[in-house]
């Protein structure tokens, strides 16, 4: 309560201080006010609580249970503000209370006893067994005459093959005061369905033949009725595990199919980035030698044709678009667009820039081709460099695994034999 008002105190003298000193920041102003009234509340609500004081506590209705309260005591000269924890038990009921109770408690089981049951002269289903009766005023628990066809929860044990009667006894406690209500229910069969009634006389006719001796067989009957009965052993369904094999090879061959055609995009793509920087290389090579880009070109494509040919090296993606090239050329495609689809057929930003740069100085001559070539070929190791770094370090991942694969087998091979002579 103190810290309360000296913080609502400490709080206001703050708002105020701001008030005379016309600071801009209102915002603070109102904060402090805020807190400060919320400060004083707290002293106010905690006065009213910490004088609250209770004479009388209202016990729970039978079958409510007991409950617990916490208090702050007062004995003149003893003690101050003492805390004690007491049990306040339920309302305590007088006898004939407890007896109207228990006669309640009797009606009330006749009603709720059969389930889905139609009568007590019909029981077929599962008995409902509650152990607490009038909204838990009352206990129950309850015994059967035949445990042969109730278990002690209520539920069938064994259907009977004709109606018998079963008594129960139920004994009802009301705070210490029992009653036993005894009353009886008749067991019926159960109503089965012709399906149900067909298959008790087909086992009945299994059993017969099971009880015979030195028989080797046991015969299936062929009729039951006058009716013909066919026997089928009861197998699982293969069809559905051959329907879902084929489709999941159909998927995995859509999927092989579409990994292998990613696999060659990326292994293409590599190859035109292994490239790239050797024919920049040669291109610049053959424009400082005096040739233009039309003879350089050519002479490029046919010297790895030749060289392919003879066997002397497998097929370049690269140089493959090349011989592209000189082909649509040959055929009548006009040489600039010839360039341009040759950077658009190799899909990569490199060979976009290459085929642009090509085009633009056939358009205005081939001047300055030679530095910028050079650059171009430059920047191209560069980056040949730093993707061979990437493929490097990609390759030292994947053997991260084998690599610990080893090491478990080697401190297998040392661990196993040195427990054994310990005879751990």
Not at 51 to 74: H, M, S, T, W, Y
Not at 250 to 258: M, S, T, V, Y
Not at 270 to 287: A, E, N, T, W
Not at 379 to 408: D, N, S, W
Request: net charge neutral; with cysteine.
């Amino acid at each position: 309560m103190k810290l309360y008002l000296a913080g609502a105190l400490i709080s206001l003298a703050a708002a105020v201080s701001l008030k005379r000193k016309a600071l801009p920041q209102k915002q603070y102003y109102q904060a402090l006010l805020i807190l400060a009234s919320g400060f004083l509340l707290a002293v106010v609500v905690g006065a009213v609580d910490g004088r609250e004081e209770c004479n009388q506590i209202a016990r729970n209705e039978p079958g409510q249970g007991a409950q617990e309260k916490e208090f702050l005591v007062d004995v003149e000269g003893e003690m101050k503000n003492y805390p004690l924890k007491l049990e306040i038990a339920e309302k305590k009921l007088t006898e004939a209370q407890k007896r109207a109770y228990l006669k309640k408690a009797e009606r009330e089981l006749d009603d709720v006893i059969l389930g889905g049951n139609p009568s007590k002269d019909a029981v077929s289903k599962a008995l409902f067994l509650p152990e607490y009766l009038q909204e838990g005023a009352v206990e129950a628990s309850y015994r059967f005459s035949d445990y042969n066809i109730f278990h002690a929860d209520g539920t069938i044990r064994q259907e009977p093959r004709e109606p018998t009667v079963v008594a129960i006894t139920a004994e009802l406690i009301c705070q210490e005061t029992s009653n036993l209500y005894q009353f009886s229910v008749c067991a019926v069969p159960r109503q089965k369905s012709l399906q149900e009634q067909t298959a008790e006389k087909l086992n009945f006719l299994i059993t017969e033949q099971n009880e015979r001796k030195d028989v080797s067989y046991v015969v299936l009957p062929d009729k039951l009725d006058g009716k013909e009965i066919t026997w089928r052993k009861h197998a699982f369904n293969r069809s559905i595990v051959i329907a879902f094999l084929g489709a999941a090879a159909a998927a995995g061959l859509i999927f092989r199919r579409k990994e292998a055609e990613k696999r060659q995009r990326a292994e293409r793509e590599r190859q035109l980035m292994m490239d790239y920087p050797g024919i920049v290389g040669k291109f610049s090579l053959l424009l400082g030698a005096g040739m233009n880009i039309s003879l350089a070109w050519e002479k490029i494509a046919l010297a790895y044709q030749r060289k392919r040919e003879s066997g002397g090296t497998e097929r370049r993606y690269a140089y493959e678009e090349m011989l592209t090239v000189l082909h649509e050329i040959r055929d009548g495609t006009g040489e600039l667009q010839a360039y341009e689809n040759f950077g658009n057929r190799c899909q990569l930003a490199i060979y976009r820039r290459l085929s642009s740069m090509i085009v633009q100085n056939v358009r205005k001559g081939s001047q300055g081709m030679q530095k910028l070539l050079e650059q171009e070929e430059w920047e191209a190791y560069e980056q040949r460099k730093a993707h061979a770094m990437q493929m490097g370090e990609e390759c030292g991942t994947k053997l991260l695994l084998p690599m610990g694969i080893m090491l478990v087998i080697v401190l297998a091979i040392l661990v196993i034999p040195a427990g054994m002579s310990l005879n751990l």
